[in-house]
């Protein structure tokens, strides 16, 4: 990990998964980085997690984790958004975390809307969610179906309550993140659907908030592949014992 400079420990660390995304990155890490000191009243730290990139991903991200108060960069040797936001998170010595997709596909004035059920204590897990009442969205009629289709089967088969398991935009305590990810296998893709089952599962709150997002349209995300892999994770998760509710932290209070 890159820290380059002391730093007051953060209330919220936003982490952000790459690959080979030397196109957008320092654009969106900067709007990021301004809108957060602009309108989140507390620490923030922003941390680049870096999958085995082969272009200048790693170069810029390390350059603006020099650059920017507040930046890490992260380099993993291995692909994938699940190990990424792992690595992210159990490292992490904020109290709230959160991650999104590096496009900025949601918009950032859902971001503390996103985080205010965890600072209140009302929470434990928050979701950004496209197919909440209140969303704005903009995607492809090819994208909006595989979406809805895909959080229809998770309702039918594995009795999901939460709309939008996929939404790159989500926060977690801390605590609970470290109690869940344990029993969380995936390391890629399924890794949000994973993480958000075996918390329902074991009876964590979890908070939808709906958001407006639009599609970007130069994603990286290979969509066969990614649907076989949830279909697989899916059936895996049909045989997996839930976490019990035993082994989780108390809710927080208020974080001061």
């Known amino acids: 990990m890159n820290d380059n ?17 030397e196109r957008v990155l320092d654009h969106s890490v900067r709007t990021l980085h301004a809108y957060v000191h602009a309108h989140v009243p507390f620490a923030t730290r922003i941390t680049i997690v870096d999958n085995a990139s082969h272009d200048a991903t790693r170069a810029i991200g390390a350059e603006l984790a020099a650059a920017l108060e507040g930046v890490r960069f992260v380099r993993l040797a291995e692909r994938g958004r699940g190990r990424a936001l792992r690595a992210a998170w159990m490292a992490s010595d904020a109290p709230i975390l959160a991650y999104m997709d590096v496009d900025l596909s949601t918009r950032l004035e859902w971001l503390t809307p996103l985080i205010v059920p965890l600072i209140s204590g009302s929470s434990d897990i928050s979701i950004g969610s496209r197919l909440a009442p209140g ?55 399924f890794f949000d659907t994973e993480l958000l089952v075996v918390a329902q599962r074991a009876g964590v709150r979890i908070c939808e908030v709906p958001v407006e ?32 509710s035993a082994d989780l932290p108390m809710p927080l209070q208020e974080i001061r």
């Open 5 to 21: 400079r002391a730093e007051t420990p953060p209330v919220l660390d936003i982490a952000i998964p790459v690959y080979n995304e």
């Open 135 to 189: 969303s704005l969205v903009t995607r492809s009629p090819g994208r909006e179906l595989i979406s809805r289709g895909y959080n229809l089967l998770l309702r039918a088969v594995l009795h999901t309550r939460f709309r939008d398991a996929q939404c790159g935009f989500k926060a977690i305590r801390a605590e609970v993140a470290r109690a869940l990810l344990p029993a969380v296998r995936d390391e890629g893709w």
């Open 213 to 244: 997002w639009v599609e970007d349209t130069d994603s990286r995300v290979n969509i066969p592949s990614t649907v076989a892999t949830d279909l697989r994770g899916v059936l895996r998760m049909l045989r997996t014992a839930p976490v019990q």
